[in-house]
Antibody, heavy 126, light 106 residues
Framework: EGQLVESGGGLVQPGGSLRLSCAAS????????MSWVRQAPGKGLEWVAN????????HYVDSVKGRFTISRDNAKNSLSLQMNSLRVEDTAVYYC???????????????????WGKGTTVTVSS | IQMTQSPSSLSASVGDRVTITCRAS??????LNWYQQRPGKAPKLLIY???ILHSGVPSRFSGSGSGTVFTLTISILQPEDFATYYC?????????FGQGTKVEIK
């Protein structure tokens, strides 16, 4: 099934930057969409960003657009999330997840996140 | 697309039948997934495409619905099922989760 391991979390001041990484093993990383999902302390899950296998098509939740950048290195089986202009409300555990898909109808697909890392904690505080 | 789960929490006993509802703010067809999250752990996929059981998930879990109303049912609640459950839509490119339903021990 494979494994995902996140790293790079830590304490950063508001306005600062942080780069998260997700190392994949035991799965054909380059074939899959990948996602970042976060969870603020005591809160629910929030999808953050997706990236297509070729690294070109990307999608972001509105609250991080223009501040966060998702990227991938298929040669190194690695996913990244560059986070700039961090805010207190970005404090969360950040998970990376593999995205699978199955055909729905015509050109559409059902997407779902089947393999998750254990998460890395980002704290934005002065 | 906004996803609203009900109830936000529930208390149940081992052996009970539990149903959680998820409502979408617009028609999302069957583009709906369910996840389970135990405290301090990463989420786990239970059901995708509204009703397809993910590999390895016990058959006591089932999903139904389409359009705007979906349900997750646990037919016979087991001790390991006490957790928080989330629905998630993938109808468009901006995915959203429900706020979660916490299943607690009565």
């Amino acid at each position: 099934e494979g494994q995902l391991v996140e790293s790079g979390g830590g304490l950063v001041q508001p306005g600062g930057s942080l780069r998260l990484s997700c190392a994949a093993s035991g799965l054909t990383f380059s074939s899959y969409w990948m996602s970042w999902v976060r969870q603020a302390p005591g809160k629910g899950l929030e999808w953050v960003a997706n990236i297509k296998p070729d690294g070109i098509e990307k999608h972001y939740v509105d609250s991080v657009k223009g501040r966060f950048t998702i990227s991938r290195d298929n040669a190194k089986n690695s996913l990244s999330l560059q986070m700039n202009s961090l805010r207190v409300e970005d404090t969360a555990v950040y998970y990376c997840a593999r995205v699978l898909w199955v055909p729905a109808a015509m050109v559409y697909y059902y997407y779902y996140m089947d393999v998750w890392g254990k998460g890395t904690t980002v704290t934005v505080s002065s | 697309i906004q996803m609203t789960q009900s109830p936000s929490s529930l208390s149940a006993s081992v052996g009970d039948r539990v149903t959680i509802t998820c409502r979408a703010s617009q028609n999302i067809g069957s583009y709906l997934n369910w996840y389970q999250q135990r405290p301090g752990k990463a989420p786990k996929l239970l059901i995708y495409a509204a009703s397809i059981l993910h590999s390895g998930v016990p058959s006591r879990f089932s999903g139904s619905g389409s359009g705007t109303v979906f349900t997750l049912t646990i037919s016979i609640l087991q001790p390991e099922d006490f957790a928080t459950y989330y629905c998630q839509q993938n109808y468009n490119t901006l995915w959203t989760f429900g706020q979660g339903t916490k299943v607690e021990i009565k």
